[in-house]
């Protein structure tokens, strides 16, 4: 295997990666269009620099930037005067980033699937004038702040507080592992009223005094984008930024429903990437005097890698049709979210062993997927959290607490 390094093998044109049941054959136009585009993007603009910044912990304004000027930021969000873009189109472009890289895919994430949807979700129609189209073009980027260092899983418990004041709120508490939270723009807080005890939402801007973001360093995964520590210290909020239609969890939880179709669909992409980096490296690395890939037990093994993307690829697009049609329930969500990020986790475990040592090494790719795909596994609701809300759907049981 020449130099220890496998060469990416992205196709932009003919050949749309791997796609053994045909699931997105009959992707549409407008759809295909989204999807080469953020193709495009890994290629030439990602994966020639994100090895190195993945390895410095490096947060690449330039990259969030490109994603902006080609439209691949908000998820799926509509904006005003905006081309139309489908679900399907925004969950083929979180697979490709995701293909790319976790960090960058997350980026989109956070901006357009948690920040944007809260403002296109709760907001009125002046806020959504006001803020999502410098958010779509990566000019302001947002955050979504909803986890606690003491409410993680149970978010529903947060405690932040929101005091009314003449003019607007005052927010006091703390946040953490707020993507985008240290970054200088502007944060959807999730607090609780003191006047009802109900959760509401409240667009924060960073430079707001009393606000205090510091990034959180030391991570094993998605070191190229930042997340952040907050610490509300009376934070006033005027009313003008208080999101009209978020007035309790159950918003919140709406928001975060839709964007748990987007993380499956970048678990398959981390899969895929994972899949055909070590396909490709059985086929060169020769042991024994022959390649690994003549070795019945290596083909057993990248026959399980393909059946286990087939059957994401297959639940992702059928989830998303139903996404589509307005017919998507929490738990079919949730099962597609479970499905996938243990299906990436499994094959990005195979991959990496296949490549022996060369697949601890960061650039050769596997590595980096294999440490983001644990973010992914954790984020919007763990594997666990998954399974309680399906297992409540199946028993009629709740084991929550
Ligand atoms: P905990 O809730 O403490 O869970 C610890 C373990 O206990 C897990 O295995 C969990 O499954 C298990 N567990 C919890 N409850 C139960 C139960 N009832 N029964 C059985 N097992 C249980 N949050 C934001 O608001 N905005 C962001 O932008 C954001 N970005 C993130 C980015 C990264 C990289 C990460 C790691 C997290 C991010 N989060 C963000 C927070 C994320 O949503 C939480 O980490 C997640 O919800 C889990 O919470 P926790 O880490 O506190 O774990």
């Not at 050949?15 to 009959?26: K, M, P, Q, W």
């Not at 723009?185 to 960073?206: C, K, L, N, Y």
């Not at 099962?335 to 601890?360: F, P, V």
């Not at 644990?374 to 049981?397: N, P």
């Amino acid at each position: 295997f020449p130099a220890g390094t496998v060469e990416p093998d992205y196709v932009l044109d003919e050949a749309l990666g791997t796609d053994a049941a045909g699931v997105f054959e009959s992707v549409s136009d407008a759809d295909r269009a989204y999807w080469m585009r953020a193709r495009a993007f890994v290629q030439d603009d990602l994966l020639p620099v994100i090895g190195e910044h993945w390895d410095r912990s490096e947060y690449s304004l330039d990259l969030v930037r490109r994603l902006g000027e080609l439209d691949l930021l908000r998820d799926g969000v509509s904006v005003d005067g905006w081309e139309p873009m489908s679900k399907t189109a925004a969950g083929l472009v979180s697979m490709e980033l995701s293909r790319g890289d976790g960090s960058i895919a997350t980026v989109s994430g956070v901006q357009g699937g948690l920040a944007m949807r809260s403002i296109a979700l709760c907001g009125s129609e002046e806020q959504r004038r006001r803020w999502l189209p410098r958010m779509a073009t990566g000019e302001l980027l947002g955050a979504f702040a909803l986890t606690e260092p003491t409410h993680g899983s149970d978010s529903v418990s947060l405690e932040t507080r929101a005091t009314p004041v003449a003019g607007g709120w005052l927010i006091n508490g703390e946040k953490k592992w707020i993507g985008n939270g240290s970054m200088g723009g502007i944060t959807v807080v999730w607090a609780r009223s003191d006047e009802d005890g109900q959760v509401r939402g409240f667009v924060v801007p960073q430079e707001s005094e009393g606000y205090t973001g510091t990034t959180i360093r030391g991570k094993l995964a998605l070191r190229a984008i930042h997340q952040a520590r907050i610490r509300f210290e009376n934070v006033f909020v005027p009313e003008e930024n208080v999101l009209p239609a978020a007035r309790s969890f159950k918003n919140t939880a709406e928001v975060l429903f839709a964007t748990r179709i987007s993380v499956a669909w970048g678990a398959v992409g981390h899969a895929q990437a994972c899949y055909e980096t070590a396909l490709q490296y059985a086929r060169q690395r020769v042991q024994f005097g022959r390649p690994l890939a003549a070795s019945q037990i290596v083909q057993e093994r990248l026959a399980r890698m393909l059946s286990e993307l087939t059957q994401i690829q297959l639940l992702v697009a059928r989830m998303t049709e139903r996404e589509e049609a307005g017919v998507l329930t929490g738990e079919q969500a949730s099962l597609a979210k479970y499905t996938g990020t243990r299906a990436a986790r499994s094959i990005a475990a195979n991959a990496r062993d296949l490549m022996g040592g060369n697949g601890i090494l960061i650039e050769n790719r596997v590595a980096r997927h294999f440490a983001d795909i644990e973010a992914l596994h954790t984020y919007e609701g763990t594997e666990t959290i998954q399974a309680l809300i399906i297992g409540r759907s199946i028993t009629g049981i709740s084991a929550f607490a």
